[in-house]
């Protein structure tokens, strides 16, 4: 992978980031207290993924720059509203989304291992702890919607 291209990746998942942090940082604004609680550390993850791809960007030496700017970043990505009033509807599209963010990583870490460059192992090895994230906020959004389905 190029400089260019490897820039490119970089700032899209960081745009992706931003939209994740998104959906978990209004967490105070649900009646469920556990998914209060989890979205608060979720939200603390989403920022540490976006400071990790900052810094990457920067000792790369370029800027972080964003594809989309502010706004429903989300809802433009994957054209999807989330109506966060339902909560089973919301962790439903909240678990997709994750899933998608762990298949890009999987696509991304994949593409740098297969590269011979030594630097780009690395920032393999960065972008595989997002990766993993993405997947554990995935499987405790899919067992939130369990429970509360054997709750209803
Ligand atoms: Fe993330």
Do not use: C
């Not at 942090?21 to 979720?42: A, N, P, Q, V």
């Not at 900052?54 to 502010?70: A, F």
Request: aromatic share 8%; no cysteine; net charge negative.
């Amino acid at each position: 992978m190029d400089d260019k291209m490897l820039m490119k990746e970089l700032n899209k998942i960081l745009t992706l980031e931003h939209g994740h942090l998104g959906m978990y940082e209004k967490y105070m604004d649900y009646s469920d207290k556990e998914i209060r609680r989890t979205f608060r550390r979720f939200m603390e993850v989403e920022i540490e993924h976006i400071e990790k791809l900052k810094t990457v960007i920067r000792n790369l030496g370029d800027k972080p720059s964003l594809i989309i700017e502010g706004g429903d970043i989300i809802g433009r990505l994957f054209n999807i509203t989330i109506n966060v009033a339902d909560e089973r509807g919301m962790l439903k599209a909240y678990s997709f989304i994750e899933q998608k963010a762990h298949a890009g990583y999987t696509d991304f870490v994949s593409k740098l291992e297969n590269d011979s460059e030594k630097r780009n192992q690395f920032i393999a090895e960065i972008a595989a702890s997002n990766m993993l994230e993405a997947k554990l906020m995935q499987l405790w959004l899919d067992d939130k919607l369990k429970n509360m389905h054997v709750q209803a």
